[in-house]
């Protein structure tokens, strides 16, 4: 599936051995999802630190538990 919307980094689970900054790409203001990829923690986002703020488009599959396993990335032009 091919969505597009922003990149956008969340502080989650403060405290905890899972805390980090969570890649999540907001198609609208009511909808969500988390990226990772396959065989990686989801907070082991950082490979999507310079699309940050961007408007992109985004390649993968999407899971009942609003989550996106992605497999490409792609910078908008606007």
Known sequence: ?????????VREL???KSEGDYAYLE???K???RLYRAGKM???SEFLRPYEDMQVSVEGE???NESMCINSVN???V
């Open 27 to 29: 198609v609208d203001e």
């Open 75 to 77: 910078n908008k032009k």
């Open 62 to 64: 999407v899971e009942e």
């Open 14 to 16: 403060e405290g905890t």
């Open 31 to 33: 909808t969500r999802y």
């Open 42 to 44: 989801a907070a082991d």
């Open 1 to 9: 599936m091919k969505l597009e919307g922003f990149i956008r980094f």
